[in-house]
């Protein structure tokens, strides 16, 4: 499965984005599906993951109650809409898929995922 990421873009501090992120080549409800972020100067970080039924997400710690991901298996799409943007939220966005038989299990490590796309640039400015 290809992975495309987009959305991106400038925002002031306390704005929203909606970052998308399309699959082609396979069927988006055998995977389950990840955000990841790398800030300029850090490590890739996990930012939330969705089960390939979509009932069931986790976020990390600095994000939760600000981003929700969400997916649209018929369209082969999954979302990270993020609201009440920090400074700190300033990276490039992935969304990474992860094959799996089980509906319930949440992947948060990255290395554990089989598909990347390429990221998205999102900057908030203070």
């Known amino acids: 499965v290809q992975l495309q990421a987009s959305g991106g873009g400038l925002v002031q501090a306390g704005g929203s984005l909606r970052l998308s992120c399309a699959a082609s080549?396979?069927?988006?409800?055998?995977?389950?599906m990840g955000w990841f972020r790398q800030g300029p100067g850090k490590e890739r970080t996990f930012v939330a993951t969705?089960?390939?039924?979509?009932?069931?997400?986790h976020y990390a710690d600095s994000v939760k109650g600000r981003f929700t991901i969400s997916r649209d298996n018929a369209k082969n799409m999954v979302y990270l809409e993020m609201n009440n943007m920090k400074p700190e939220d300033t990276a490039v966005y992935s969304c990474?898929?992860?094959?799996?038989?089980?509906?319930?299990?949440?992947?948060?490590?990255?290395?554990?995922?089989?598909?990347w796309g390429q990221g998205t640039q999102v900057t908030v400015s203070s």
């Open positions: 080549g396979g069927t988006l409800s055998r995977y389950a």
């Open positions: 969705i089960t390939k039924g979509g009932g069931n997400t």
């Open positions: 990474a898929a992860k094959s799996l038989a089980s509906y319930t299990l949440l992947v948060t490590s990255a290395h554990q995922y089989d598909y």
